[in-house]
């Protein structure tokens, strides 16, 4: 089991998956106990994560639950999500983020269990594979625009939906943080080099867009842009780089040390800056 627990009551000690890396805003390695303490990290904090069911989402609620946290699964389908289920967390709701009565009802849904959240993780997506086309065969001039309307939908419209429906909650939390998952296909610079499916590109465009006007209209939460890295989920195949171990306990060691003075970065995994 590689993420033993290590929560001791509403505190919690560094697993083997923190890596050290450097907070932009405070500059200190996660990994040093005396320096968590000082900049006030080491609380159990109150963590919504979409698309719990598995891949990276799972794997980030596996090790947060295993830090102590609460952390709350949105799910399609609770009744499915038995690895998360197996896990522990302190909720799992319902949300598809196709379905926008599905989203408008998620916030209240959360409030019943909670009066305030620290962090948001909007990890649930899609590509156009999971619409049913061939995404290798999805550039500007071959696109069903449709595919990118949908797509736009559930992978950026639907995030800032949610983030929007929560927002007091967050408001009412300590330190809070939004990640928005994005992908190095979102960046200018990367997805000019990979333009095989511009309907995820352009949503994970969008995303980032999103993410610097919510930093720039609300000074109160930390919002930040993610490319995850490429990782191996069914979305990222077995070709991919990472392990999903290893990509979501990075993502957790970066994710914990964001404070509101990271508020409109796009970053890797590891917590360093991507290229827009
Ligand atoms: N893997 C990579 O290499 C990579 C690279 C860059 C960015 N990303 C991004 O990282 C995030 C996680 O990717 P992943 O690799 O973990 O993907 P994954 O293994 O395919 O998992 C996708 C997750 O999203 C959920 N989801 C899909 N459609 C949904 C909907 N309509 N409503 C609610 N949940 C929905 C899935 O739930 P179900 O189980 O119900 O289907 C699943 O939990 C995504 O935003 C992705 O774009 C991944």
């Known amino acids: 089991m ?9 505190t919690f000690v560094p697993g ?10 405070t500059g200190f390695a996660r990994t040093d106990p005396a320096t968590w303490a000082s900049v006030g990290v080491m609380s159990e904090r109150r963590i ?5 069911s598995r891949g990276i989402g799972l794997e980030m609620a596996r090790i947060l639950i295993g830090q102590g946290h609460a952390v709350y699964g949105a799910v399609r389908n609770p009744d499915g999500a038995t690895d998360l289920q197996a896990a522990g967390p302190a909720g799992i709701l319902k949300l598809d983020l196709a379905d926008r009565d599905s989203i408008d009802s998620f ?7 909670t ?26 001039w071959q696109i069903d625009p449709d ?3 949908q797509e736009t939908n559930i992978n950026a419209l639907s995030p800032m939906l949610i983030t929007r429906g929560v927002i007091g909650l967050l408001e009412a939390g300590d330190n809070p943080v939004v990640m928005n998952t994005s992908s190095q296909l979102g960046s ?8 095989f499916d511009v309907a995820y590109n352009v949503s994970k465009a969008a995303v980032n867009m999103i993410t610097v006007m919510s930093a720039s209209t609300n000074k109160n939460v930390c919002f930040v842009a993610l490319h995850p890295g490429w990782v191996k989920t069914d979305m990222g195949t077995d070709a991919a780089e990472l392990e999903v171990p290893e990509a979501a306990g990075a993502i957790v060691d970066s994710l914990l040390g964001l404070t509101i003075a990271d508020t409109g970065r796009f970053i890797r995994w590891d ?5 827009w």
Do not use: F, W
């Open 115 to 140: 009066d305030a959240i620290d962090v948001l993780v909007n990890n649930a997506g899609i590509t156009s594979n999971d619409l049913g086309a061939n995404r290798r065969e999805c550039n500007p």
């Open 147 to 149: 595919l990118v309307l």
């Open 16 to 25: 083997p998956q923190l890596s050290g890396s450097r907070s932009r805003a």
């Open 188 to 195: 200018m610079v990367v997805g000019a080099a990979m333009p």
């Open 107 to 113: 916030s209240g849904a959360l409030a019943q269990q």
């Open 2 to 10: 590689p993420y033993p627990k290590t929560a001791v009551g509403s």
């Open 271 to 275: 917590g360093t800056d991507h290229p």
């Open 48 to 52: 919504v994560i979409t698309g719990a």
